[in-house]
C-alpha cells in the first residue's frame, strides 16, 4: 500500500511531480515570478523561501498547479465533451480537501490542482468520469458502463490512481 506521507524539506535537490514527472528543486537567487519550470527543474525563489518559509513555498507550487491545471483541464474537457455528450457550464481547478474532482448540480467541473501531479492518462480519466457524471450523478454500473464507452481502459487508470493517489501531493 502507498500509505507514505509526503515529507518536505524545501532544499535544492528536492523533487516535485509534474504530469507523472519527477523534477529536482533548484532555490535560485534572480528570478522574476516566484517558481518556474525551466530546463526540467523547478526554480524557486531563494527569496521567497528565507521571508515566507514553508507556507510562501507551498502556495507557490499550488499557484503553478492551478494556473497551468486550469488550461489543461479546459483543454482535456472541450476535447472529451462532445465524446460524451454533455456541455458542461465551466471549470475550475482549486483545493478540494480530499477529493480529486467533482461535477455539481449546474454541470461546473472542479479539479483538485493536485491532480496536475498525476501522468497525463490519470487526468484525462479524471475529466471523462466528472463527464459521465452529468450523465449519472452516481457510482451505479450505468454510470461506469459511460465511462467503458469513451475510455474502455479506465480500469487501469482508476487503478493506478488508487494505488498512487497518497504520492500526489506536496
Ligand atoms: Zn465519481
Request: net charge positive.
Amino acid at each position: 500500500m502507498n500509505a507514505t506521507a509526503v515529507i518536505r524539506e524545501w532544499v535544492n535537490g528536492e523533487t516535485f511531480l509534474y504530469l507523472g514527472r519527477s523534477y529536482r528543486l533548484s532555490l535560485v537567487s534572480d528570478q522574476d515570478g516566484d517558481l518556474k519550470l525551466k530546463e526540467g527543474r523547478f526554480c524557486l525563489s531563494r527569496s521567497l523561501i528565507d521571508q515566507g518559509g514553508e507556507t510562501a513555498a507551498r502556495k507557490a507550487f499550488e499557484a503553478f498547479y492551478c494556473a497551468k491545471g486550469e488550461k489543461r483541464v479546459r483543454d482535456r474537457v472541450a476535447y472529451f465533451a462532445p465524446k460524451v455528450g454533455v456541455t458542461p457550464s465551466g471549470t475550475a481547478v482549486k483545493d478540494l480537501g480530499y477529493r480529486w474532482a467533482s461535477c455539481s448540480k449546474d454541470n461546473l467541473l472542479r479539479f483538485h490542482w493536485k491532480c496536475m501531479m498525476a501522468p497525463s492518462t490519470i487526468i484525462d480519466y479524471m475529466v471523462v468520469h466528472e463527464l459521465c457524471h452529468m450523465h449519472q450523478r452516481n457510482h451505479t454500473e450505468a454510470f461506469w458502463n459511460e465511462v467503458d464507452k469513451v475510455m474502455p481502459d479506465y480500469r487501469e487508470r482508476k487503478e493506478w490512481l488508487r494505488r498512487h493517489g497518497a504520492g500526489l501531493d506536496l
